[in-house]
């Protein structure tokens, strides 16, 4: 970052973040600057040690104490509210706390907030469902555009539905961050809170327990897979089919295998395998379908697809040309 603006600069470090991706959960790569620090004390040192002008060093010590005196305005504020005492009152612990609204810069909740809640966790020993991590799955995000969705529009209705289908427990709102009129409607459709001062309610949700397994979704090829050449991309389209009366939520992320066979001129020559997690939530009597891109960039003319839930059982293939 140079006066304000990022320089898009491929580092060393990236070369790592390809061959091992499991070291993307650091998410922010600058901590690697440590390495950078090390290195460069260890030069200036040797530069240091070469200079015999000791008013030189001096003045080079004097510069660097100006340009590192911090300029930072600090604030303290309790991390325990009354209403993390009351939760923690009510011994639930490892039950799931989800407090709204989530981390939004834009809405003025800032990392000073999200820093309570995680402090205030060690406290109450509640799990946080939006607790900040290195690495956000992407059914975090997709629950959380659901949430605010509902409740910016005032749709608390579908919200408490979805609240029930997910694995949540306690339901906390921090009423400093909506008006007045968008907590009384809230009231209106969840009825009184088990908590409520001026900072915050709570609500009890009570879990659905109609909810169905995996083996009730019906998976299938929603298009035909074709290869888009200009961006050497295979692009697989499948359809999640719930034909039951209740709701599937993928609250244990489970997955389905696809292995992928190539063949060029009817011969065999190479496979992939690859796993895909099923919807977040797939309501009853709905179709959901999502579109898988892999890079593939070897020249193949037909294609098998076998597809394959956690027990290896297999629930679907395609053998076609492409």
């Not at 950078?36 to 070469?50: A, E, P």
């Not at 939006?130 to 059914?139: S, V």
């Not at 066979?261 to 690859?274: D, L, P």
């Amino acid at each position: 970052m140079a006066k304000g603006k990022y320089l898009e600069i491929p580092l060393p470090y990236l070369f790592f973040l390809k061959l091992f991706p499991f070291l993307h959960s650091i998410r922010l790569t600058h901590r690697w600057s440590i390495l950078l620090v090390i290195g460069l004390t260890y030069f200036s040192t040797y530069f240091y040690s070469k200079i015999k002008n000791r008013f030189l060093i001096l003045f080079i010590l004097i510069i660097f104490f100006l340009e590192t005196i911090p300029k930072i305005e600090t604030k303290k504020m309790a991390y325990i509210t009354p209403a993390h005492i009351f939760l923690a009152n009510k011994k639930d612990k490892k039950k799931v706390l989800l407090e709204y609204p989530f981390l939004n810069l834009e809405q003025g909740v800032g990392i000073d907030v999200e820093t309570r809640r995680l402090l205030a966790s060690t406290y109450h020993q509640m799990y946080l469902f939006n607790g900040y991590t290195g690495l956000f799955i992407e059914d975090y995000g997709k629950t959380r555009l659901r949430l605010e969705n509902y409740f910016l529009n005032y749709e608390f209705e579908k919200l408490y539905i979805d609240l029930q289908n997910l694995p949540i427990d306690y339901f906390k709102v921090d009423k400093i961050f909506f008006d007045s009129k968008t907590i009384k409607q809230l009231k209106n459709k969840f009825g009184q809170p088990i908590f409520e001062n001026n900072d915050a309610l709570i609500y009890k949700i009570n879990r659905n327990k109609n909810l169905i397994g995996s083996d009730k979704i019906k998976i299938d090829f929603s298009k035909k897979p074709f290869l888009d050449l200009a961006q050497g991309k295979i692009n697989i389209s499948l359809s999640f089919t719930n034909k039951t009366k209740n709701n599937f939520i993928n609250i244990n992320q489970e997955k389905i295998l696809l292995k992928l066979y190539f063949y060029r001129n009817n011969k065999y020559y190479g496979n992939r395998s690859i796993y895909q997690l099923y919807p977040l939530n797939i309501n009853a009597n709905e179709t959901k379908e999502t579109t898988i891109q892999l890079f593939e960039r070897k020249k193949f003319n037909k294609i098998k697809i076998e597809i394959f839930d956690e027990k290896k059982y297999l629930l679907k293939h395609l053998f076609t040309d492409i």
